[in-house]
C-alpha cells in the first residue's frame, strides 16, 4: 500500500496525538512505582493477566511505531536521497520490526 505524503503527515500527527497522553500515563506510573518502592516482581505480578494493561502497552506499541517508522522514512528521504521502493521497505520494515519487538515486550510483562 503505497501512501501519499499527505497521508504518511496526517498518519504521522494521529500518531502523536495518540502517543501524548499514553506518555503522560506510562510516566505517572514510572514516578508512582519510584516513588511507592515497588519491586519489578510487585510491578509484574500487578500487570499479569491484565487486559487492560495489554491493551494499554499494544496502543501503545503500534502509536510508537507507526510514529517512528514515518519518522525515519523522512531522515532517510532528505539526508540519504532515497526514494522509491527503498524508501517503502525501510518503512515497512522498520514498522514490523517495531511492532514485532514491542508485541514481545507487551506479552512478557501481561502474559
Same mark, same amino acid.
Given at each position: ?13 494521529? +500518531? %502523536? $496525538? @495518540?502517543? $501524548?497522553?499514553?506518555?503522560? @500515563? =506510562? #510516566?505517572?506510573?514510572? @514516578? !508512582? /512505582?519510584?516513588?511507592? *518502592?515497588?519491586?519489578a516482581a510487585e510491578i509484574l505480578s500487578r500487570t499479569r493477566g491484565s487486559f487492560v494493561w495489554a491493551g494499554f ?9 507507526? =510514529? $517512528? &517508522?514515518? *519518522?525515519?522514512? +523522512?531522515? /532517510? %528521504?532528505?539526508? #540519504?536521497?532515497?526514494? *522509491? ?6 518503512? !515497512? *520494515?522498520? &514498522?514490523l520490526l517495531l511492532m514485532t519487538l514491542g508485541a514481545r $515486550?507487551?506479552? /512478557? @510483562?501481561?502474559?
Open positions: 500500500m503505497n501512501l501519499t505524503s499527505a497521508q504518511l503527515y496526517v498518519l504521522q500527527r494521529l +500518531s %502523536a $496525538a @495518540v502517543l $501524548a497522553p499514553l506518555v503522560l @500515563v =506510562h #510516566l505517572g506510573l514510572i @514516578v !508512582y /512505582a519510584i516513588q511507592d *518502592g515497588l519491586s502497552y499494544s496502543a501503545f506499541v503500534i502509536a510508537a511505531a507507526i =510514529h $517512528a &517508522a514515518i *519518522g525515519l522514512r +523522512s531522515i /532517510a %528521504a532528505e539526508n #540519504l536521497a532515497w526514494r *522509491g521502493a527503498r524508501l517503502d521497505a525501510l518503512t !515497512y *520494515g522498520a &514498522a $515486550a507487551v506479552a /512478557a @510483562v501481561v502474559l
